[in-house]
């Protein structure tokens, strides 16, 4: 049973950074793409930062420069670095196992249970 477990998410003040992380168990962790989401109160889910199997990355435009995605395939984990964090990135944040195309990232079936991150003075 695929298992995504988020971590790391907390109350910072903006202009201030975070980590989140992913521990995926029950997959064959470094044969998928990873895919970070958020979703804030009343939007939609979003796509924020993906990574191939090889460690290719892509990032939403909202976040480029300031986001920066990684995975370590011997601790099945995948990350989100946060900084420079504004209030309007205050969401709930998920890991999805997915899969690259020539689309970009396709979300999978899998999903963690999300982590809060909350920007605010």
């Known amino acids: 049973q695929v298992q995504l477990v988020e971590s790391g998410g907390g109350l910072v003040q903006p202009g201030g950074s975070l980590r989140l992380s992913c521990a995926a168990s029950?997959?064959?962790?470094?044969?998928?793409?990873m895919g970070w989401y958020r979703q804030a109160p009343g939007k939609q889910r979003e796509l924020v930062a993906a990574?191939?199997?090889?460690?290719?990355?892509n990032y939403a435009d909202s976040v480029k420069g300031r986001f920066t995605i990684s995975r370590d395939n011997a601790k099945n984990t995948v990350y989100l670095q946060m900084s420079s964090l504004k209030p309007e990135d205050k969401a709930g944040y998920y890991c999805?196992?997915?899969?690259?195309?020539?689309?970009?990232?396709?979300?999978?079936?899998?999903w963690g249970q999300g982590t809060q991150v909350t920007v605010s003075s």
């Open positions: 999805n196992r997915g899969a690259f195309s020539s689309g970009g990232y396709s979300p999978g079936d899998y």
């Open positions: 990574i191939t199997k090889g460690g290719n990355t």
């Open positions: 029950g997959t064959i962790f470094f044969a998928y793409a």
